[in-house]
């Protein structure tokens, strides 16, 4: 059993199933920027550990406006659209 930790309100919780994995990652990765302080440098080393392991893996990169409001459903569509994961970065 896997338990997945969610930061929002947990007076509601919500229940999630991990997708089925393989055991290999390819593809597209879009790396968020929530547009918080340092997040950009957390991304910055995550992209070239990321390229440096698997020449099947593609990282595009993407900025929420601002932090202190959830993403736009243009970029979350976008995202979804272009990307086979997404990895959201928050740093301080």
Request: proline fraction near 7%; charged fraction near 30%.
């Amino acid at each position: 059993m896997t338990i997945i930790l969610d930061p929002t309100d947990e007076r509601k919780p919500v229940e999630r199933q991990i997708t089925e994995r393989n055991g290999t990652l390819t593809g597209v990765i879009g790396l968020l920027d929530i547009s918080k302080p340092r997040g950009n440098v957390f991304l910055d080393e995550l992209e070239s550990l990321l390229v440096k392991h698997d020449a099947g893996i593609s990282v595009r990169r993407y900025m929420k406006p601002t932090f202190a409001k959830p993403c736009p459903d243009v970029l979350r569509q976008q995202m979804r659209d272009e990307c086979n994961f997404v990895i959201e970065a928050l740093a301080d």
